[in-house]
């Protein structure tokens, strides 16, 4: 058996300030990753094996490739006006893309071992089918969200995000996810400020 298996991640990154509070930030990032098994049985142990049952040399070539890489993209806001408003606010946008291919073929019947793996055009048994198979899919998605904060007590949230995919039916590629939220910080309120045994609510 000869394996051959090289793996490389790699991954870049990038923030920037482009205005007082205003922050774009990026980040690419990938792996690929491939593999191959070259097995040749040579004439005597092929023929003395049942599992192959291929006497003249057995070959068997497995070779796959499996890559992937995603890139986000994001501007972040955070400032406060006058002392008492603040808007902290996100936009983010990412996108995901895998591939996975496969590729297999044997052949058996050969006259020398001379050539192992690498001349199966000269197996003489009975063919077979080469196999292979490609799997592919993506992803993406889109995030806003915004906080505005009064005084440091009344809080309101928006959120929305839509995810993408490949695998969705066709008509359904997409989901929407909204949300919205209130909170009051009732221990910022001067009723209760002397409260010492509370600490937060």
């Known amino acids: 058996n000869k394996v051959l298996q090289p793996i490389i991640n790699s991954s870049l990154s990038l923030e920037v300030d482009i205005i007082d509070g205003l922050k774009a930030k990026g980040q690419l990032s990938g792996g690929l990753d491939t593999y191959r098994r070259n097995r040749y049985v040579p004439k005597r142990i092929s023929a003395e094996d049942e599992s192959i049952r291929a006497g003249g040399g057995f070959a068997e070539v497995t070779s796959n490739l499996n890559y992937n890489w995603m890139g986000e993209a994001s501007l972040m806001y955070n400032k406060t006006f006058n002392e008492i408003?603040?808007?902290?606010?996100?936009?983010?946008?990412?996108?995901?893309?895998?591939h996975y291919e496969e590729l297999k073929a044997s052949a058996s019947g050969f006259a020398s071992d001379a050539y192992e793996t690498y001349n199966m055009a000269a197996s003489s048994g009975s063919a077979r089918k080469p196999e292979s198979k490609l799997t592919e899919y993506s992803l993406l998605s889109y995030v806003g969200r915004a906080i505005y904060?009064?005084?440091?007590?009344?809080?309101?949230?928006?959120?929305?995000?839509?995810?993408g995919s490949s695998r969705f039916g066709k008509n359904n590629r997409y989901g929407y996810f909204p949300s919205a939220a209130a909170a009051w910080r009732i221990t910022e309120e001067d009723f209760i400020k002397n409260v010492t045994w509370l600490s937060d609510l």
């Open 85 to 98: 408003h603040n808007i902290n606010a996100v936009a983010a946008y990412s996108m995901e893309k895998n």
């Open 149 to 163: 904060t009064l005084k440091d007590r009344y809080i309101l949230t928006g959120t929305m995000r839509v995810d």
